[in-house]
């Protein structure tokens, strides 16, 4: 990765009360990412607080989930896609060579827009990952793992005694909860969200609203929507992207009552977008 780029963090008063309050957990400097020729990121540079909600708005094709997919290396998986800059999470520049990418997807979790449960049991969808990454040295510890993921994704109530049961016979909203119980379950650091909410019904969508809210306690987590008033409800910070640009961000209050920058303004207003 490139050190050498120059950058300016863009970011509004208010932010560095909230900054203040909470560690860094992920910075990035002059990020850009191509799609073949296409140039989807330009110049990205933005610090990102631990146990905060930070959320990405702005148009459909602006960049949000092109960034999203960066900070765990999800582009990598795109042969046309190129990532230069540097994006660093605890210090640990997360393109350096030596890195191991399977270890760092489970630093950094990420739930998609559409629930993808495994075609397998509830319990081995959230088995699944301290399974294969050695965290249990026997059947007991797992299922240790396995409700206290559970019960983190508020799911365990409704779930206990059908655990034998397929994960894809639960409702999308459940389904939804379910991929963020397997996300935990590695014990990530960062939860990726890419428009968790987007396929669920206004009752299923309250519950994930609810259960991002308690995971800030213990997660930083960084979520993609194009509902401003999703974004008004459970971040803290709001970066605000637009034509593959990070516009503006800062404190979600300020942004949404005072943004100091007129595309904002009119993306907000609904003059755009």
């Known amino acids: 990765m490139n050190a050498a780029v120059p950058y300016q963090t863009v970011v509004t008063p208010a932010s560095p009360r909230i900054m203040a309050e909470r560690p860094m957990k992920i910075t990035a ?45 999800m582009n990598d998986t795109i042969p046309s896609c190129r990532v230069t800059g540097d994006i660093v999470i605890d210090g640990e520049d997360i393109y350096d060579s030596k890195l191991d990418v399977v270890q760092l997807r489970a630093r950094v979790g990420m739930v998609f827009q559409k629930p993808n449960p495994f075609p397998k049991a509830i319990y081995e969808n959230v088995a699944y990952g301290p399974r294969i990454h050695g965290m249990a040295k ?29 994960g894809t016979g639960l409702s999308g909203g459940q389904q939804q909860r379910l991929c963020i119980a397997r996300a935990i379950a590695v014990n990530p650091e960062v939860i990726l969200m890419d428009e968790p909410c987007s396929a669920l019904d206004p009752i299923a969508t309250a519950k994930i609203e609810e259960l991002i809210d308690e995971l800030r306690q213990n997660y930083c987590i960084v979520i993609v929507t194009h509902s401003m008033q999703q974004a008004a409800r459970v971040s803290q910070l709001t970066a605000f992207f637009h034509l593959g640009t990070l516009v503006e961000y800062g404190d979600t209050d300020e942004m949404f009552t005072a943004p100091q920058e007129k595309r904002t303004q009119d993306y907000i207003t609904g003059r755009f977008g």
């Not at 459909?60 to 960066?70: I, N, Q, V, Y």
């Open 29 to 73: 400097r002059g990020v850009d990412v191509y799609y073949g020729d296409k140039h989807a990121i330009n110049q990205l540079s933005i610090d990102i607080p631990d146990r905060a909600v930070s959320a990405f708005i702005g148009p459909s094709g602006c960049g949000k989930s092109t960034f999203l997919r960066a900070i765990n290396r």
């Open 138 to 166: 026997n059947k007991a510890e797992l299922d240790v793992i396995v409700e206290q993921s559970l019960r983190k994704a508020g799911l365990w109530e409704e779930v206990k005694d059908r655990l034998a049961h397929p």
